[in-house]
């Protein structure tokens, strides 16, 4: 028998909420969220162009799901849960991290992951665009590095769709391999375009 998927009561959101788009809200992961980490990373289609260890085990979600919830406690942002906010079903997670290729610069990276029921619906280029207001707006950040396995054309796109420029190949440690790197300024500091 199949699980219903966990849902997003009201009360939940408004404590710990981090952002809204449209269609979705982001929150805080919690320590009772197993469940929800289980239904994303546990997933060897989400976790393939992002872990080269394949499916993960619980244990190893657990991990991922505590590193997650310390980021937080230790630079202010994660890769949040996020819920699709008329019917509260979990969407995946979505947010900031540390961008670790250029430690001694106080930069941040755009990263998202979506349960597979949920992909080709939106909700990634949404969830991208709603953490990148939200580093612009609440960490004030002058611009927004962000990654992606190189067979993942979906994530280019959104990324290129985002205003995100290329930067350069840089090795991930997760996958084994290079990934293609970008950059985004925050609007009102991108150069405008030259007058013809």
């Known amino acids: 028998m199949r699980r219903r998927p966990e849902r997003l009561g ?6 710990a909420e981090k952002f809204t788009t449209a269609r979705l ?81 106080a930069n941040f990276e755009l990263g998202f992951h979506l349960v597979k029921r949920c992909w080709g619906q939106g909700f990634a280029t949404e969830a991208a665009q709603g953490a990148l207001d939200y580093g612009w707006r609440e960490l004030r950040l002058s611009k927004v590095y962000a990654g992606h396995h190189p067979d993942n054309r979906a994530s280019r796109h959104i990324l290129e769709k985002l205003g995100f420029t290329f930067l350069e190949n840089a090795f991930y440690e997760p996958t084994g391999l290079l990934h293609p790197s970008y950059v985004c300024q925050r609007p009102e500091l991108a150069s405008p375009a030259e007058e013809p």
Do not use: N
């Open 25 to 105: 809200a982001a929150r805080s992961w919690r320590a009772g969220d197993l469940p929800l980490a289980m239904e994303l990373w546990g997933d060897p289609a989400v976790t393939a162009l992002i872990d080269a260890r394949g499916q993960l085990t619980e244990r190893q979600v657990e991990e991922k799901l505590r590193a997650e919830i310390d980021r937080e406690r230790s630079e202010g942002v994660q890769y949040w849960a996020l819920f699709d906010r008329k019917s509260g079903d979990f969407i995946g997670c979505g947010g900031l991290r540390r961008w670790v290729y250029t430690p001694e610069e």
């Open 10 to 15: 009201s009360a939940v959101v408004s404590d």
